[in-house]
């Protein structure tokens, strides 16, 4: 296997063989959740999570707008302290960056982060800067803290366990895949749909209230698409799911936008990426609880025995396999 | 300024720029130092630092071996860990990469982070990936913690303070310009100092055994290069620092590879960068308490009252304004 290339293993094959070199360590969870958490001393554990944008993958130059695109690079990694019930401190700013970019942009990018940092409650504390000739990365290292009574991970999903969403889901792809076709809807709620969703609003005040109410078994952001992070929660868990695809939540953004683009809009909301909704694992009478906390779920579907495929019931009635494995890098 | 392009502003002006856009924050340490330190409950600051290595910029695939890669990438976070008398404890792993790049160079490069971590007590505990067709980038958080009473930053040089440095200067530079030209020297030694110096060895016990003996006002590891490190720690602690050239310790290395490369040893270790030594304010009187503790150092100049320029004593006993500031990225 060394002598071929990075895509022929996948990213999440790659993961894995990371994981295995660097082996055990002290970390209460370290590779293979959102974020790490370490111990310390007192009642908190220390949540630490990077994200890395990168033009040409994730943004396109000419399309995006600095300030969205450093709101953009907080909030993806928000959502990553989110599904673990935690609370967003100070962020550290990598930023890789051709010597010819104006400083507006990047003026903006820092207005972007700082302003989208303040909503949550960080800061950001440090950084580094370097000059490439290739393209603009924007890495954003988030550090947290989480009472250590109230950490979800990806493991604890029980059979039996209701699935559910936070918000709509494939908007984000939805969206993407529109502003990347040109064009734009006559309908003014739509136009507001769009730049809504340009820039994904982490779930952070859901997560920690469902966290401190003891009421998710595990957690998990929705940014690879939901066919791939329920297979990944399944995996952390133990557990096989089986998902109801007549009950997604789908917008009506994402649904014109499907009819516009001869798509499938339960294929998009199945394997769209970029939601950074929140997926919850939880006890079906807890759902009341939930929604009196103000946490506004969809129950998609439901935790079974360990399987090894995701199944999900279709439109029509039938049962099939869930193939996507969601967005991969490779 | 806005419309001009980051290269005009320059590396400096742009962090700068970037510090008055975040404003103050809640960290005892924000931008402005080797590593953001953060207030946590207990007997320990959090240290946090990142640094990015960019093919073209920092290495060229073509020369550079993974395993090194890895090493240096974890050295030069914990030399920024080192020169606020911290313990490095935690990394987060960041990479950008084409689909193309083999398994094994991945292998590697984590196999020489992990040995380089665990040789100063660190570990991996997650980090990201993504794929790009751009140059391969390894962005390394890295945290630790310093006793709160131990902390040592760039600011506290007082005047009358001798300025000191670890090890020897140049040698980074030297022996990155030789590889660059191809060949190798003849002689054994030699081939060893270059092989020694492609993965420099950050400072982590002298940093540490410096600040818990008290025995530092200000330090900073010299990454940028002497002349601009003097510069930066001296603009921290609001003094001035008169060098003298004919002290500078430089390597048999350096001044082989110098008269190799037509260049003049004592700007080589004046300008060169990627030293990762240590440079340090400390009052003259404790330089034997030092001695007595392990850590080797070299007297360099002496901290004066604040001035425009940092200025040199040179080889021929006249003194000169230093007009370097040390490596820019723009």
């Known amino acids: 296997v060394r002598n071929v290339s ?5 990213e999440f094959g790659l993961i894995e063989r990371i994981s295995n070199i660097v082996g055990p360590t002290s970390a209460v969870i370290g590779i ?18 990077v994200d890395m944008l990168v033009e040409g993958v994730h943004f396109r130059l000419a399309t995006v707008e600095a300030d969205e695109l450093g709101r953009r690079a907080i909030e993806v990694n928000v959502s990553d302290i989110a599904s673990m019930g935690g609370i967003p401190e100070y962020a550290l700013v990598s930023l890789a960056m051709a010597p010819a970019l104006r400083v507006s942009f990047v003026d903006d990018l820092y207005q972007g982060m700082v302003a989208a940092g303040r909503s949550h409650g960080a800061q950001i504390v440090g950084g580094n800067i370097a000059s490439t000739e290739g393209p603009l990365i924007v890495d954003v290292t988030l550090f947290g803290s989480v009472a250590k009574g109230d950490l979800v991970t990806r493991v604890g999903a029980q059979i039996g366990d209701v699935l559910a969403v936070t918000g709509t889901l494939g908007d984000g792809a939805a969206a993407r895949l529109l502003t990347d076709r040109g064009g734009s809807p006559p309908d003014p709620d739509l136009q507001s749909w769009i730049r809504r969703t340009r820039v994904p609003r982490a779930r952070i005040v859901e997560g920690q209230a469902l966290a401190r109410a003891h009421l998710a078994h595990a957690m998990i952001d929705i940014s690879d698409g939901l066919s791939g992070d329920v297979r990944h929660l399944c995996r952390a868990s133990g557990v096989g799911a089986v998902l109801d695809e007549r009950s997604l939540p789908i917008s009506r953004g994402t649904a014109w936008a499907s009819r516009e683009l001869k798509l499938d809009p339960t294929e998009v909301a199945l394997s769209g990426g970029e939601d950074y909704q929140l997926l919850v694992a939880m006890a079906e009478q807890d759902l009341s609880a939930a929604e ?27 049962m099939r396999k869930l193939t996507g494995t969601g967005w991969e890098h490779f």
Chains 1, 2 share one sequence.
């Open 6 to 10: 990075v895509s022929s293993v996948g």
């Open 32 to 49: 293979g959740d959102d974020a790490a958490v370490i111990d310390r001393p007192g009642d908190f554990y220390l949540l630490a999570a």
């Open 292 to 318: 009196s906390l103000g946490v506004s779920l969809t129950v998609i579907g439901r935790v079974v025995p360990a399987a090894r495929d995701i199944r999900a019931l279709s439109e029509n009635g039938s």
